[in-house]
Nanobody
C-alpha cells in the first residue's frame, strides 16, 4: 500500500523559512517524478515544484517550479531516506496553504494528508 506522509509545516513570520518532508512507504520515491502541491483556502490546488525521477535527472531533466516560488523554494530528494523535501525560503503570506506531495504510479495519483503552512506576523 502506497503512503505518503508530509511533515514540517507550521506558523512562520514573513521572510522566514521552513523545510517540508514527504516520506514514502510502499513505494520508492527515486524512480518516480514527485510533485509538491499546495491548496490555499477557497482556491484550487496548484503545482508548486516538480522533481523528475532519479533516472530522468541523470539524463538531464531538471526540477521545475511555479513562477510564484521560483528563487525561493527548492525541491530535492534523498533516496536513502525515501524522502522528498521542499525547502521554502523568504516565505510570504500568500504562501499560506496546505502542502501536499504527490506521486503518480501506474496511472494512479497518490497523495499525502497534507501539512499546513501559515505565514503571518
Amino acid at each position: 500500500q502506497v503512503q505518503l506522509v508530509e511533515s514540517g509545516g507550521g506558523l512562520v513570520q514573513p521572510g522566514g523559512s521552513l523545510r517540508l518532508s514527504c516520506v514514502g512507504s510502499g513505494i520508492s520515491v527515486g524512480p518516480y517524478g514527485m510533485t509538491w502541491y499546495r491548496q490555499a483556502a477557497g482556491k484550487q490546488r496548484e503545482s508548486v515544484a516538480i522533481i523528475p525521477s532519479s533516472g530522468e535527472l541523470f539524463s538531464g531533466l531538471t526540477t521545475t517550479y511555479a513562477d510564484s516560488v521560483k528563487g525561493r523554494f527548492s525541491i530535492s530528494r534523498d533516496n536513502t531516506k525515501n524522502t522528498v523535501y521542499l525547502q521554502m525560503n523568504n516565505l510570504k503570506p500568500e504562501d499560506t496553504a496546505v502542502y501536499y506531495c504527490n506521486v503518480r504510479r501506474g496511472g494512479i495519483d497518490y497523495w499525502g494528508q497534507g501539512t499546513q503552512v501559515t505565514v503571518s506576523s
